[in-house]
Each structure stands twice: as C-alpha cells, then as structure tokens.
C-alpha cells in the first residue's frame, strides 16, 4: 500500500473500535455517544497520592439517561470532569462521538467541550450579573452562532422549559429550581451530544428535585439527549435507564433499571 493511500485510511480508521456488543454482533464506537477506555486519575499533591479513578471502562450510547451513583469520594465528579474534558486523565481514553478527545489540542478540546458538551452543575453556575436569556444564549455566541440565531434559539428553549416569563431576570432572583431550569436551557443551547450533571438537584428541595430530574427525563426519553447524572438520590438514580455504581475509583456495579 503506498503511504498516502495509508495515512488515509488510518485517519478514517483512527477512532473507530470495534467490538462486541451484548447480542454478539460487531459495532463500532460511532454508535455510541460515548466510550471510556481504562480511564485511570491519579492524583499527586503534598497530602498523598490518591488514586481517584482506576482503570475503568464503560460505553453509553446515544439517548441513554446513565446515573452515575457511589459514596462520597467514589470518582463520580472525576468521571465527569474527564468526559466533559475539565481535566486530563492520568492514563486511559474517552471517544465522544468516535472522536478520541485527549489526542486533540487544548483549542480543539474547548471547542469539542463548547459545542458537544452540556453542563448542569449542583450550584447551577449561572452569571448573576446578566439576564436569564443572556446566559443562555452566551455559549451558542461562543460557538459562532449570530446574535439573532441565538436569540431565537435561547428563547425557544426557554419557552420549551417553561421557563420564559423570567427571561429578562438575573438568576440570583429566581428559585433554586428556576435556576436549574435556566442552567438546563443554557447546556441545551448548542444541541450537544452529551449533556452531564453533576448532582443536578443536590441543592434542591425534594419536589423541586423531582421536577428537574422530570425534565431531564423528558430531554432524554422526547427529545434523545445522552445524559449522565451523577446523583445521590437511589430513587432518582433507579429512574434513569442505567445506573454505574462507583466505589474507591472502581466500577462495583453497571445495571439497567
Ligand atoms: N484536585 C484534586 N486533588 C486531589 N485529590 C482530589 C482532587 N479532586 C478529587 N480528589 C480526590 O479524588 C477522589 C474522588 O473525588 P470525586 O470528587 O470524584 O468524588 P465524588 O464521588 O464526586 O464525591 P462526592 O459524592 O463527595 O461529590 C477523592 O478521594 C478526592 O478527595
Ligand atoms: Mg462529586
């Protein structure tokens, strides 16, 4: 095979893996939204080494609504950080959408986290001093979306959310929930492949919990969002389709519900 012929092929076959699925039948890794390959952190500090993830492997594909569920300190915000690229792992691969992200440069790896990454975080991390439909709009902006385009798009899905009487309010004047609403518009603002959320209703009251998981049970089911929750709510957690149980950096259990 002469070289050029080669390196062609290798690109196309560079982030393609194959393998079994349940039912013995070959796929690839396009299939999935995303795969995690012997993911492995390892921190280093002056306090000690600590190993936070250990060699763990899974795939989700797309539309799957995964709980990731464990005691405090299992690896469950680690998993998170590395998949939505916040951090570099120690060792191991993730593909999202086929692509192997660790192998692009910083550049490529903040636009890959800008336009196929959602975030939804415990403490909602919205911008107080800007309107409501400004933090939504603010990343389809930085994903090169014109101001008209993401001002329709915002308004839609604020709307779509039942959130958009509060368009013009500063976050800090809504509810808690109201809040993660917003922070749900904005992870949704540039159609991601994935959306993650780390305990999305960790600082919420039970009922006000329930209604934003409902809502990211609807994103999943209606509209087949590939989500993956981290939470410490069981019964939240056995209403997603799947749930990964970490323990000591480890998977102890992968279950569908
Ligand atoms: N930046 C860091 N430096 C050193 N150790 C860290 C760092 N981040 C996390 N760890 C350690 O890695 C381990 C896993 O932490 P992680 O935050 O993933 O746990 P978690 O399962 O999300 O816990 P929680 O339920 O309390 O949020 C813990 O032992 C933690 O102390
Ligand atoms: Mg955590």
New binding site residues.
């Given amino acids: 095979m002469n070289s050029k012929k080669g390196s062609i092929l290798k690109n196309m076959t560079k982030d393609l893996v194959v393998e079994k699925n349940t039912q013995n039948e070959i796929v690839d890794n396009r299939s999935f939204a995303l795969r995690v390959e012997n993911l492995s952190k390892i921190?280093d500090?002056a306090a000690g080494r600590?190993v936070?993830l250990d060699n763990v492997s899974f795939s989700i594909k797309k539309g799957e609504f995964v709980s990731v569920v464990?005691p405090?300190?299992?690896?469950?915000?680690?998993v998170l950080n590395m998949v939505g690229a916040l951090d570099r792992p120690t060792s191991g691969k993730i593909y999202i959408d086929g692509i192997d992200i660790f192998s692009l440069n910083d550049s490529e790896i903040a636009t890959l986290r800008n336009r196929r990454i959602g975030f939804i975080f415990q403490s909602f991390n919205l911008i107080n001093r800007t309107s409501v439909h400004k933090n939504v709009k603010l990343p389809g902006i930085i994903a090169g979306m014109s101001s008209d385009d993401a001002n329709l798009r915002a308004m839609k899905i604020l709307e779509a959310l039942d959130i958009a009487d509060k368009k013009n309010q500063k976050p800090i004047n809504l509810s808690g929930g109201q809040q993660q609403r917003v922070a749900i518009a904005r992870s949704l603002i540039n159609n991601p492949s994935i959306i993650l959320a780390d305990e999305p209703t960790g600082n919420l009251d039970t009922k006000t919990g329930e209604d934003v998981f409902d809502m990211l049970k609807m994103l999943s089911h209606k509209f087949k969002r590939t989500i993956i929750m981290v939470t410490?709510n069981p019964e939240l957690a056995e209403s997603t389709d799947r749930s990964i149980l970490?323990r000591d950096g480890r998977i102890e259990k992968d279950v569908f519900n």
Wanted: hydrophobic share 20%; aromatic share 8%.
């Fill in positions: 921190y500090s600590v936070a464990g405090s300190g299992s690896g469950k915000s680690t410490h970490l």
